[in-house]
């Protein structure tokens, strides 16, 4: 009876290591990488570059929502049960996901349930029709159906290509949408329903979960009512399975989702937001709430940019050697990195204001800059002659942020990624320990501790342009393990790091 304890225990944490030295990448699929010439990224394209997210380092993809929908990025579906044609078939989807199950890696997918565009069938078939068997299925403000409480609501928006459409409120109190809800996100745990999930999703990003739809007061209490039954349902059938929140209040740490929202992971929206600004004591305050007031089990996805910001390396004042500096910050402390595809590259972009278009929010969603002259196989450029945001699009042939520039280059974004996802898998300090802050008297350089059992990995880090004297770099230039080259010896026996320098230590018995 104590071995089998001692097993299951051993077992339980091996699996949080796991999923502890997950590397996310966030992709938005329709820009990534196009297999069959019509310039929209699809399932084959992701399987024909799993081999350049392993060589990054990546164990787990997190797709943007796959199902048929009126908007490019399909967010608000017309049909939650099939894949939009453009991404190819649910053949594709599966040889996918068993092709990366394969290879040890994870994949997971985004929806979003909360709402249904205007040519759902709930909708088209209960529009100005009460009798209709969809009829509660939407929100409607009055009897016979014929005012739908639209999103944000506005009756209509219009699209990059100058379409227009309706997006509605799914009526979440409804049982018979609760069944449905569960009954679909099975469907992608268990395709085939063997139980083997070698075809499943290993984990669901839900967005703009909210507990108060949209603060409106009208759809209340669905973490308890909503999310905690289908999830732990859902649950029950792959105990394995994650599932991601993504908060709709940016400036919150998410901890009421953790107790209230049965969910695993959420985004450290207000690390995010520190590191953006560079300053030390605004990131170690975000990160002290980011990392230590988790429940067991539960974890932050740490981020630097994702389909709905800003791109980092657009950020004011934004150079080489700070963009080095942000993905050192976010994949040595602490949580569970996730890299939105293009950022290990430098890809620019940040939205604009064209008018009343989702067309806004395609130069952070911009083709993956493959190749130096901006041509080539797959090139996903879906959007092409489409408006001002091709013509003002921010790729550009030669300008150093492509991977046939970067792949090569000891120097590049890339390999400075690479490097450090490799050093965070070496070093279990890295991904299964906890994270502390270490004080310091100089105001520019953040330090702080990754530690487990008798292990630590001290990480040093230089926020600003200018060499900083610091007393905490270690005697011992062996137990340096990434950055000795930013290491300077004083003449008076004093060290300093160098601008913009990162600098580990390992202290390990």
Same mark, same amino acid.
């Given at each position: 009876?104590?071995? *089998?304890?001692?097993?299951?225990?051993?077992?339980?944490?091996?699996?949080?290591?796991?999923?502890?030295?997950?590397?996310?990448?966030?992709?938005?699929?329709?820009?990534?990488?196009?297999?069959?010439?019509?310039? %929209?990224?699809?399932?084959?394209?992701?399987? !024909?570059?799993?081999?350049?997210?392993?060589?990054?380092?990546?164990?787990?993809?997190?797709?943007?929502?796959?199902? $048929? &929908?009126?908007?490019?990025?399909?967010?608000?579906?017309?049909?939650?049960?099939?894949?939009?044609?453009?991404?190819?078939?649910?053949?594709?989807?599966?040889?996918?996901?068993?092709?990366?199950?394969?290879?040890?890696?994870?994949?997971?997918?985004?929806?979003?349930?909360?709402?249904?565009?205007?040519?759902?069938?709930?909708?088209?078939?209960?529009?100005?029709?009460?009798?209709?068997?969809? &009829?509660?299925?939407? $929100?409607?403000?009055?009897? !016979?159906?014929?005012?739908?409480?639209?999103?944000? /609501?506005?009756?209509?928006? +219009?699209?990059?290509? %100058?379409?227009?459409?309706?997006?509605?409120?799914?009526?979440? =109190?409804?049982?018979?949408?609760? !069944?449905?809800?569960?009954?679909?996100?099975?469907?992608?745990?268990?395709?085939?329903?063997?139980?083997?999930?070698?075809?499943?999703?290993?984990?669901?990003?839900?967005?703009?979960?909210?507990?108060?739809?949209?603060?409106?007061?009208?759809?209340?209490?669905?973490?308890?009512?909503?999310?905690?039954?289908?999830?732990?349902?859902? =649950?029950?059938?792959?105990?394995?399975?994650?599932?991601?929140?993504?908060?709709?209040?940016?400036?919150?740490?998410?901890? /009421?989702?953790?107790?209230?929202?049965?969910?695993?992971?959420?985004?450290?929206?207000?690390? *995010?937001?520190?590191?953006? &600004?560079?300053? =030390?004591?605004?990131?170690?305050?975000?990160?002290?709430?980011?990392?230590?007031?988790?429940?067991?089990?539960?974890?932050?996805?740490?981020?630097?940019?994702?389909?709905? +910001?800003?791109?980092?390396?657009?950020?004011?004042?934004? +150079?080489?050697?700070?963009?080095?500096?942000?993905?050192?910050?976010?994949?040595?402390?602490?949580?569970?990195? &996730?890299?939105?595809?293009?950022?290990?590259?430098?890809?620019?972009?940040?939205?604009?204001?064209?008018?009343?278009? /989702?067309?806004?929010?395609?130069?952070?969603?911009?083709?993956?800059?493959?190749?130096?002259?901006?041509?080539?196989?797959?090139?996903?450029?879906?959007?092409?002659? +489409?408006?001002?945001?091709?013509?003002?699009?921010?790729?550009?042939?030669? /300008?150093?942020?492509?991977?046939?520039?970067?792949?090569?280059?000891?120097?590049?974004?890339? %390999?400075?990624?690479?490097?450090?996802?490799?050093?965070?898998?070496?070093?279990?300090?890295?991904?299964?320990?906890?994270?502390?802050?270490?004080?310091?008297?100089?105001?520019?350089?953040?330090?702080?501790?990754?530690?487990?059992?008798?292990?630590?990995?001290?990480?040093?880090?230089?926020?600003?342009?200018?060499?900083?004297?610091?007393?905490?770099?270690?005697?011992?230039?062996? *137990?340096?393990?990434?950055?000795?080259?930013?290491?300077?010896?004083?003449?008076?026996?004093?060290?300093?790091?160098?601008?913009?320098?990162?600098?580990?230590?390992?202290?390990? %018995?």
């Amino acid at each position: 009876m104590k071995i *089998k304890f001692l097993i299951v225990i051993f077992c339980l944490f091996c699996q949080i290591g796991l999923a502890q030295n997950e590397v996310v990448y966030h992709v938005f699929q329709r820009s990534f990488f196009d297999s069959d010439g019509d310039e %929209n990224g699809d399932l084959k394209g992701m399987r !024909e570059k799993l081999d350049y997210l392993q060589d990054l380092g990546v164990t787990t993809i997190l797709l943007t929502p796959l199902y $048929v &929908s009126d908007f490019y990025h399909n967010y608000f579906a017309d049909d939650f049960e099939n894949i939009d044609p453009e991404y190819g078939s649910m053949k594709d989807y599966i040889d996918l996901v068993k092709e990366v199950h394969r290879r040890k890696m994870k994949i997971y997918q985004d929806v979003e349930m909360q709402y249904v565009s205007g040519n759902h069938p709930w909708f088209k078939d209960s529009f100005e029709n009460p009798k209709s068997e969809y &009829s509660k299925f939407v $929100v409607y403000n009055d009897a !016979e159906n014929k005012k739908p409480w639209y999103f944000f /609501d506005v009756p209509e928006f +219009t699209t990059y290509d %100058n379409a227009k459409h309706k997006i509605i409120v799914v009526n979440m =109190k409804e049982q018979a949408v609760k !069944e449905y809800t569960l009954k679909v996100l099975k469907s992608w745990v268990d395709p085939n329903n063997d139980g083997k999930f070698d075809d499943g999703v290993d984990g669901f990003r839900l967005d703009h979960m909210m507990d108060n739809l949209d603060n409106a007061n009208r759809l209340t209490g669905l973490f308890s009512d909503f999310w905690t039954p289908v999830l732990t349902q859902l =649950k029950a059938v792959n105990p394995k399975l994650k599932i991601v929140a993504e908060q709709a209040n940016w400036n919150s740490f998410g901890h /009421d989702y953790f107790e209230k929202g049965n969910v695993d992971y959420v985004f450290a929206f207000r690390l *995010k937001f520190a590191i953006n &600004s560079f300053e =030390k004591e605004k990131i170690i305050k975000a990160a002290d709430s980011t990392f230590n007031y988790n429940p067991s089990g539960k974890n932050q996805f740490v981020f630097l940019e994702n389909h709905d +910001t800003k791109r980092f390396a657009s950020e004011p004042g934004m +150079t080489l050697e700070k963009e080095k500096v942000a993905a050192a910050i976010q994949l040595l402390i602490g949580g569970i990195p &996730s890299i939105y595809y293009g950022q290990e590259i430098g890809m620019n972009g940040q939205q604009q204001q064209f008018g009343m278009t /989702d067309g806004n929010d395609i130069p952070v969603r911009e083709a993956f800059d493959w190749y130096a002259n901006g041509e080539g196989k797959g090139v996903a450029e879906w959007y092409k002659n +489409t408006g001002v945001w091709w013509d003002k699009r921010n790729s550009q042939a030669n /300008d150093g942020i492509s991977f046939e520039e970067q792949q090569k280059d000891p120097e590049s974004l890339f %390999n400075f990624y690479r490097s450090l996802i490799k050093l965070r898998k070496k070093y279990t300090g890295l991904h299964r320990g906890s994270y502390r802050n270490i004080p310091n008297d100089n105001p520019s350089v953040l330090t702080f501790e990754r530690f487990n059992a008798r292990k630590k990995i001290i990480v040093s880090i230089n926020l600003s342009d200018r060499e900083q004297v610091f007393e905490t770099i270690p005697n011992n230039p062996a *137990k340096v393990v990434f950055g000795g080259n930013y290491l300077k010896n004083l003449n008076d026996g004093k060290k300093a790091i160098a601008p913009y320098g990162v600098i580990v230590v390992y202290e390990g %018995n």
